[in-house]
């Protein structure tokens, strides 16, 4: 109730900024943080991507902005009378229906595509300092767990511990999301929902006290935070397992540090003592996995020059070596690979064998 | 045993054809396949005439052009110049034998160059009414007025006179052509009525009064009174030149050494260039030309090509001016904007050429259909065989998208636009004898995709701006229909009342309208 109210106040007081411009016989405008790589800042001591001072100024009188500065106070007033007031919740693409309609007497729309919405919302973010959720925003949820751990969503008890292969449907929403009670020693994250689905049906949680998440590809803000919450309330230790490939390796890295674009929600977001354990190079070595590489293409090196020249990987030997082995071994290894090895190997050997011998990446 | 022999047989059936058949039977190849098209021809063969009479006799021409529709498909057409006349013994030649001219011997910019048009004109009336072609032609106010009525001889390509009067005329100079066809009028891209205009406009020191066969009359006035440049005469450029010609041109010559020849008979060779010819084709340079044989003329004809020899000279060309093209655009076509350029010579196969463009852009022209391309060639508009010129050619495969039109591939691009693409030569190469396409020479080609791609770029300047200009403006616009949304989406926001948000912006606006426009200047 209290954080609706903050929200809701949020809102109201850049509305009230813009009123005061025009008392003023001013050019109305909107102070918004510039969200790009250029304003994006490592902060060595947090070990967290966070964003700059740099910021741009959207104005009403101008033929460039006028449309933008009406999206943007349009949003701001959708979120706060359709949502907030309410208590209701809506997707990124309910909002974008929402905002989406003509301009009277003329031929334009208020908003064309969902992207000029989702850029609007992320723009009142770093305005009001608010996060998404906090704004009632949501977006798809693509991801499950799986697990010894029990917790309320919505007033409803969840026990993860028995919800057959499918697990719990993760929310896209995870702060309100209550722990009641955890029974494992680490979390084990992982870029394909086929290794959780392998890692269920060979029990590995129940044999190893771990908690299994997944989610398709990229990890939505939903579970971030959800890893950062285990991290912090239940102090569990958080193993990341990607494809052995350049995208593999930035999943991890935001993650971990954050990203450009959510530069600003770093503080709630990001897991700085999360590791990296596996795929690797060295693992494609090891357990002889070389006749399985996919060749890279242009784009895997282009993206493997501009990754090991990000400021938190610089500096970071371990991983300047495997970007290093990427590209001597020019090809790249998905998780499911292991499975020449034997159908559960992963289960069995591979990721039992690492923890023991605490064989991470940082 | 004579009969047995084929030979002889054959010989029986084999005599000379004369022109005027070879006519009879291909009248297509001149351009008369169909009764519309004859019409435009018989009209273009007696204005083509009479402009290069005008130009020759340094007046500003004044050219009437009457067509009298006579029945569903009989047309008489009338055409008056001012030109300088013909003299009484030439008007039968003139009119009433094809091939007879004084053009085609000579390298000169003419509108007209094998003498056959005016003839094939006489020809074809003879041929669908059976009619004679009645010629008026004075040469000064001193002398008399002499009235020719005329046929062609088809056996003997010879004039045959059927009336040969001395008239009152009271005019200073000038020639009058009447000629009755089979022929059909109709208007649009093809028509007489097009032809006229294209010609007004690459004309501009001429005046057209034309009368047309629905007797509407159409005035195109001369907007400049300054004559066009004179094109002078040239010799052959031994780079133009073809083996049997070279031969010919020793039989006919009249140069004692070979090297008076060298020096006489073609344009650029001087007598360092004629010595250095003569030596790398193992002659001496007193040989007498007549006593050449085959041989040594076919060594000298080879070693013409490989010495290095200065290119033409261009003043045989007599171009429009990029000024004077503007201007016959202006008063012909209603357009926002117009770019002209005129090239400098360059050549091909020995013959000089010059390329002039002319652009014509919004306005009255239509908008979303193909480009209109005007063609022209030694001042003579080009309405037929437009998928066959190298002209087409050159502006299809122009990339036009830079410049702010359509274009799917390498067709013709989209877009209010007229494009003038005009060819002066000393000769130019059309693909057949109607002279509507131009040959396919990478040269010519290359020149006119080199002045497109000058005027295209003034274009896109002019089409962003003008664009720009008017989004700018539109966007101004739209504040109105912002202001009222912004309000609403106050209001909600803060609970301000809307009509009080919505007034003051309104105010505000006021204030801020001479900086947005401003904004709007300092953009472009």
């Not at chain 1, 003023?24 to 070990?47: D, G, H, M, Q, Y």
């Not at chain 2, 060298?262 to 340079?285: D, H, N, V, Y």
């Not at chain 2, 908008?367 to 065989?385: C, E, F, G, T, W």
Request: hydrophobic residues 35%; proline residues 4%.
């Amino acid at each position: 109730m209290v954080q609706k109210n903050k929200s809701i106040n949020k809102l109201k007081e850049l509305g009230e900024k813009v009123i005061k411009d025009i008392d003023k016989n001013k050019n109305p405008n909107i102070i918004v943080p510039i969200r790009a790589l250029s304003n994006v800042v490592f902060n060595e001591r947090t070990r967290t991507l966070e964003i700059g001072d740099k910021t741009s100024t959207r104005y009403f009188f101008n033929i460039a902005h006028a449309k933008k500065f009406l999206q943007t106070i349009e949003i701001a007033s959708i979120l706060k009378k359709e949502l907030l007031e309410t208590g209701k919740h809506e997707h990124l693409r309910g909002v974008f229906y929402i905002t989406k309609r003509t301009i009277p007497n003329t031929n334009i729309n208020l908003v064309d595509d969902q992207i000029e919405s989702d850029k609007i919302i992320e723009d009142l973010e770093v305005i009001t300092g608010l996060s998404r959720e906090e704004l009632h925003v949501s977006a798809n949820k693509m991801g499950s767990m799986a697990g010894n751990i029990t917790l309320i969503d919505s007033g409803d008890i969840i026990n993860c511990s028995k919800l057959g292969k499918g697990g719990y449907s993760i929310p896209s929403i995870t702060d309100e999301l209550e722990f009641k009670k955890v029974n494992a020693k680490y979390v084990l994250y992982m870029e394909k929902a086929a290794i959780f689905e392998r890692l269920i049906e060979d029990q590995f949680w129940k044999k190893n006290d771990a908690l299994l998440i997944t989610s398709q590809g990229q990890t939505t803000r939903g579970i971030r935070r959800l890893l950062q919450r285990l991290s912090e309330e239940e102090k569990l230790p958080i193993y990341v397992l990607c494809d052995n490939d350049i995208f593999g390796a930035y999943i991890y890295s935001v993650i971990k540090y954050g990203s450009i674009a959510l530069s600003h929600a770093s503080e709630r977001l990001t897991i700085p003592n999360c590791k990296y354990i596996g795929v690797t190079c060295d693992d494609v070595i090891k357990y002889d996995l070389k006749k399985h590489l996919i060749k890279l293409n242009e784009n895997d090196l282009a993206r493997i020059k501009q990754v090991s020249q990000y400021e938190w990987f610089k500096n970071n030997k371990e991983w300047q070596r495997q970007f290093k082995l990427m590209k001597e071994l020019d090809g790249k290894v998905e998780i499911q690979a292991l499975a020449t090895k034997g159908i559960s190997f992963i289960s069995e050997v591979y990721l039992p064998y690492k923890i023991k011998n605490k064989e991470f990446l940082e | 045993m004579t009969e047995n022999i084929k030979a002889y047989e054959l010989a029986k059936k084999q005599k000379e054809i004369s022109i005027s058949e070879f006519f009879l039977k291909n009248r297509h190849l001149l351009g008369f396949d169909n009764p519309t098209r004859a019409l435009m021809m018989v009209v273009k063969e007696a204005v083509d005439n009479s402009l290069d009479a005008a130009d020759e006799m340094k007046v500003l021409p004044e050219i009437k052009i009457e067509i009298q529709q006579i029945n569903e498909d009989r047309f008489n057409i009338i055409v008056e110049d001012n030109g300088p006349g013909i003299i009484k013994q030439q008007i039968p030649n003139i009119f009433g034998k094809l091939l007879y001219g004084s053009k085609f011997h000579t390298l000169k910019q003419n509108r007209g160059q094998q003498g056959l048009g005016i003839s094939a004109a006489v020809l074809y009336s003879q041929l669908t009414t059976g009619k004679s072609t009645k010629i008026y032609s004075i040469i000064s106010p001193k002398k008399p007025a002499h009235y020719f009525e005329l046929q062609i001889d088809t056996k003997k390509n010879e004039p045959n006179i059927l009336k040969d009067n001395e008239i009152n005329w009271s005019k200073d100079h000038g020639t009058k052509i009447e000629i009755e066809i089979e022929g059909r009028y109709l208007k649009g891209k093809q028509s007489v009525d097009e032809y006229i205009k294209e010609t007004a406009i690459v004309n501009p020191h001429a005046t057209f009064i034309y009368i047309n066969p629905e007797k509407e009359r159409f005035e195109y006035l001369r907007v400049t009174d300054k004559l066009p440049h004179e094109a002078r005469e040239i010799k052959p450029h031994p780079y133009g030149i073809e083996l049997g010609q070279l031969m010919k041109m020793f039989q006919d010559t009249r140069a004692n050494t070979l090297q008076g020849f060298l020096q006489s008979e073609f344009s650029r060779i001087g007598e360092l260039t004629a010595k250095e010819i003569c030596s790398k084709a193992k002659l001496k340079t007193d040989d007498k030309p007549k006593k050449l044989d085959n041989k040594q003329i076919e060594l000298l004809f080879k070693s013409l090509q490989e010495v290095k020899i200065m290119a033409p000279p261009a003043d045989c060309l007599s171009p429009i001016t990029a000024e004077l093209l503007e201007k016959g655009l202006r008063k012909e076509i209603n357009a926002d904007f117009y770019i002209t350029s005129s090239r400098s010579p360059s050549v091909y196969r020995g013959m000089p050429f010059t390329i002039e463009i002319g652009i014509a852009y919004s306005g009255e022209i239509e908008k979303d259909s193909q480009i209109r391309l005007i063609r022209l060639a030694n001042k003579v508009p080009l309405l037929y065989q437009q998928g066959a010129c190298a002209i087409t050619e050159a502006v299809s495969e122009t990339n036009w998208k830079p410049y702010g039109l359509q274009q799917s591939g390498a067709n013709m691009p989209v877009g209010p636009v007229i494009v003038l693409v005009h060819m002066a030569s000393v000769w130019v190469p059309f693909t057949s004898e109607a002279k509507e396409a131009i040959a396919h020479y990478d040269e010519i080609i290359k020149e006119i995709k080199l002045a497109l791609q000058e005027c295209g770029r003034k274009l896109s300047i002019y089409i962003h701006k003008h664009i720009k200009l008017k989004e700018q403006k539109e966007k101004i616009n739209l504040f109105e229909k912002y202001i009222p949304e912004l309000s609403s989406s106050l209001s909600n926001l803060t609970s301000q009342k809307k009509e009080v948000l919505q007034e003051k912006l309104q105010k505000l606006l006021k204030k801020e309208l001479p900086t947005l426009e401003a904004e709007n200047g300092a953009k472009e």
